[in-house]
C-alpha cells in the first residue's frame, strides 16, 4: 500500500483554489461560499471511494468507510480547512488530504479491517469567523451547547448556527462523539515552527500540545528628566524590566529538557517620551511546556526575578494571572503506533510537543489522540508565505495510513 | 545687605496667582492673559525701585537700574514666567523673583555700583505656545529673525509676531543684543532634578549645559509564533533590546566622572502580541554630558554592544541619529565669582551640570554666563508637585544679590 503524492498534490491545488483573497493568501471562512466550494470537493471525493458521508454535530464533515464487522468504534483521521485571513496552503489542508488519500488507498487495496474508518474535517479550528478556537470539535463532544452555537456570532452578528443553516448542512448523525465510540484518531498537521527543518527531519510524532500560562506584568518606578536625573538617582522601570526580559529567556533555556518556552510579546512604556525616564512599564509573559510543573518552576522562577530586581532598583511591581491552559498529554499508544510504523517504513521521527492548539487538543476527552507533524519551511505560518514539501506530506500520509490501518485491522 | 524672603514669597504667589487653569498647576503660555497680567505685575515692580522697563526684540521684559558710570555693559539677571500645560510654581518664576528681589535690595541699600543691573523675563522659553523652546532669548542675539517670529505659530495658527502685538508689546528697544553689551548674566533656577536635594544643598553653581545625542534605534529578528518556537530557533528583537538596555544603564555609570547619563525612553514591539515573538522592536537612545567627548564615546560603546549583540542573535540593526546639541561651557569666572560669594556668605555649593536647556544655554554667544540652581524637592518639575522650600530661593537670592553687586561694582 502506498499513498500517491500526485493526487495529495491535486487536492492541495482543487481545495486552495477557494479561497476569499485570491492572490493574497488563503482566506476561507468557515462555513463561506470558498469553504462550502472546498467542502463539497471533499465530500464527493469521499463518496467517490464509497465513504457515507454526514455532518455531525458542530458542522464537521464525517465520511466513513465501514469495516468488515459492525458495532466496532472508527479509527478516525482528519484535520481543518478553515484559515486565517491572508493564511497559507497547508494549515489544516495538509492533514485533510493525508486522511482523505489514506483512505483512498484503503478503498483501493482493501486491506482487511474490522473498523471503520472515519476522514474528518473539522470546522471553525481557527476561530477566525466566529472569535472562538475549536468550535467544531468542541461542539461535537458536547463542550458547547446548541445555545452557545447560537451565542457565537461572526463580524456581521451571523450566529454559528445560523451560518451552518445557511450554508445549507444541519447535522444528519446528530449524536455528540462519547468515549467508545471512537477507537483512536491521528492528525496530521503542518509543525508551524522551525525544529523538524533544522533537524532535517520529515515526520514529528506529537507526544503532547503545550500548556500556557500568561501574566500581565508592570513595574512602576520614577519618572524624571532624562538629562537632569544622574544615574545613579533613577528609579528607571524599563532599566528593571530589560532585566526581567533576559532573565525569561536564561531561565526558559535553562529548564530541564530544555522544552520550556517563555516570550515576552508586548511591552509599552510610559510617559513614552525620548527625554523622560519611563515610569511604568507593562509587559506580557507567555510560558509553554508540555508539563505543567515546569511551567509553574519557570513562572516562580522569573516571578522571583521580578521581585529581586524591584527590590534592587526600588521599584514597584504588579501581575496579573491572564489565562492558564493545562497541557494535554496524547495517547502514549498512539505515538508508540506511530513511532514503530515509521520505523518499519524506514522513516525517521522526533517525539514533540505541539506548541499551538489544534483539534487533537480537544478529543483526548472521547479517545486516544496522536499527531504526526511535518516540516515547515522556515517555521513560517498564517501567511501566504507557509509552505511544506509535498514529498514531507507524502512521508505523512504514508505513516498515517500505516497506523490508522493497524489501528482499524 | 540682605534680601527678604516674605517679598519673594509675596511676589511668588502674585505671579502665581495668574494661571489658566487655577486648582490644575501653573498655565500660563507667552502672552496669553496670565502671562501678561504676571509680566505687568513685574513691569510695576521694577518701576516702583526706579528700574526704566522695556520690551526687547523677541519679547523679553528687561527692567534696568542704571549704575554711576554710563556706557559701561550691563550686569543681566533673570529668567522666565512662561509654563508648560499644567506646570509648577518654581520652574523660571524662582529665578524672576529672586533677579527682582536682588535688585530690589541694591536699589534699596543703593551700594555703589558703576555698571547698570538689567532684570529681565525671557519670552517662550518652555516652547509651550509656540513649539519652539527660548524664542525670546534667542531672537534677542539675533538667532532668530523677524521672519522667523512670522513664521512661528500656536495651535490656533497665531504667529508669534502678531501674538506680541495682540498683547500690546512692541520692542521699544530694537537693538539686538551684542558682545561687549552685557559684562555678565547670571540666572537662578530650580534644579529639576535629585542631586541637591539627596547631597542636602542649597546651591548648586552650574558649570555647563549637557549637550545631547539622541537616536532612533530598531533591531529586527523573526516574528515567530510563541508556542511553537523553541528558544534556540529564536531570533526575538526585545530579547536583543533588553541586553543593549541593560548596557546602556552599565555604560553611563561606568563613564569616567559618571556625570555622562544615557536614557531608552521609548520602545515599542512589532506585531506587538503577547503570543508572538517580537520581529521587530523600535527604541530611544538619549545620551547627555557635560563633555561632548564622553557622550560620543558612550555611543561608540553602545552601538558596539548592539552590533555585538545583533550578530550573537542573528538580528539586524538601524540606528539613525535624531538630534545632536553641543554641550555649552559656562564662564569659568562667573563660576569662581559665584562660589567665591558663596564662601564669604558661609554657603556650601556644589558644581554640576544642567541636564536641562536654559536661556542660559542660549547667552554664551554674546556675554560670560552662569547659573544658580536651587533644589527641587523630589525631582519634581513640570508639574503641580513641583516645589522648593522658600528657604533655598532666598539662599539663592542671597548669593545672586551678592554676585550681581560684585559684577556691577
Redo the contacts between chains.
Sequence with gaps: MKVRIDRIARDIEIINSFTSTPGRGITRFTFSEPYMQARAYLAEELQKIGARVATTPGGNLCGRIEGGMTGLPSVMTGSHIDSVLHGGRFDGVAGVVAALEAARVMAEEKPAHRHPVDVVVFAEEEGSRFGSVMIGSRAWIGKLTSEDLNRLKDQDGVSYAAAMADAGIAPEAASLLRPGMVKAMIELHI?????LE?KGLSIGVVEGI?G?K?FAVSLTG?S??????????RH?A??G???V??AV?EI??QEPG????????????EP???????GKVRF?L?I?DLDSGRIDQAARRIMSVIQKTCQDRGLAFDIQP?SDTPPVRLSKEVVRLIETTAREKGIKTLRMP???LHDSSILPEVTEVGMIFVPSKA?R?HCPEEETNLEDIGAGAELLLGAVAKLAS
Tied chains: 1, 2.
Excluded: F
Design positions: 509543525e508551524q515552527s522551525l525544529v533544522s503545550n500556557i500568561q520614577v524624571n528628566h532624562a538629562g537632569a536625573t544622574p544615574m545613579g538617582l528607571d524599563l532599566q524590566a530589560a532585566r526580559i533576559a529567556e526558559a533555556v530544555a522544552t520550556t518556552v517563555a516570550t515576552v510579546g508586548v511591552l509599552t512604556c513614552g517620551q525620548a527625554n523622560v525616564i519611563p506580557t507567555d509553554r491572564r505541539s506548541g499551538a517555521g505560518s
